[in-house]
């Protein structure tokens, strides 16, 4: 579709993607059929049976297994040539950040925000294009009618982060980097409490959303056009509208963390316990 340089560009690129869940799955999915020949995958969960409904490539079998390997068996399925890397840790180890900043380009299917500011952080510090996706659904309310869908924030150095979309809550980002310990009293206050029921079965939905991002990343790769800031889809309206967003020109990442390498200190957000499970 994009010639045999395209390809070339493709296949050159060293990718990062964070989380294997229902979005990382497909993302990865995605990035494997498009061409990707090394792909590192961060996450420390395993597959169980809520979750299968929305897992590329598992099945009843995989029940009790890591996630990353599920999706090493996946995309070696797909490509055999590929060099896959399957990190079963959390976000905030050594080794997943070490991984991180050697890739150029970061995508990230995450569920909290609190992971989100440290790939946001991460991203800009050492200057590599971080591509975040999210699905939303709504229930009907009595002031709102049911409403689904979910957006892309194409983030490169620089030009525009998820700070400047407005797309991390720092309050909440800030509860989710506390510590196990500090999390377990403010829940005992029943200060952000949040449901823990499993999610239904979003496959399809997932997949609109990992595959917008894998275009996006694509034409940003080849070069055949400039990737889209902020794209969102409404699910109702059944809708890809494209927001004409600008950097922030007051963004502390963009202005003062970009490039700053081991000065900007992403180790801070390490886990003092590396074994902790994720907050992802």
């Not at 983030?155 to 506390?178: F, M, S, T, V």
Request: glycine share 10%; with cysteine.
């Amino acid at each position: 579709m994009f010639g045999e340089e395209g390809q070339k560009r493709i296949e050159a690129e060293t990718v990062g993607v964070v989380g294997a869940g229902g979005l990382g799955s497909q993302i990865i999915q995605a990035l494997a059929y498009a061409g990707v020949k090394k792909l590192i995958n961060i996450d420390d969960d395993r597959a169980d049976e809520t979750n299968l409904n929305r897992l590329a490539g598992a099945g009843p079998a995989d029940v009790g297994r890591l996630k990353t390997e599920i999706a090493a068996d996946h995309v070696k399925r797909i490509n055999s040539a590929i060099n896959f890397h399957g990190i079963p840790k959390n976000l905030r180890t050594r080794e997943a950040i070490e991984a991180l900043i050697g890739c150029s380009v970061i995508l990230g299917g995450l569920d909290h925000d609190g992971p989100r500011l440290v790939l946001a952080e991460l991203a800009a510090a050492y200057e590599v294009p971080y591509i975040d996706v999210a699905t939303e659904i709504f229930p009907e309310e009595k002031n709102q009618p049911f409403d689904f869908g979910g957006r892309v924030i194409v983030a490169r150095p620089g030009d525009y982060c998820l700070i400047c979309a407005g797309q991390i809550d720092l309050e909440r980002a800030k509860e989710d980097l506390e510590t196990p310990e500090v999390r377990a009293l403010r829940r005992k206050h029943n200060y952000g409490v949040g449901s823990d029921a499993p999610a239904p079965s979003v496959f399809a939905l997932n997949g609109i959303l990992a595959n917008l991002a894998a275009m996006e990343f694509i034409a940003m790769v080849i070069g055949i056009r400039e990737p889209a800031r902020h794209l969102t889809y409404k699910g109702m309206r059944s809708v890809v509208t494209t927001r004409e967003s600008q950097r922030n020109q007051n963004c502390f990442t963009c202005a003062c963390v970009r490039g700053q390498r081991e000065h900007a200190n992403i180790w801070r957000y390490i886990l003092p316990n590396e074994s902790d499970r994720a907050v992802a």
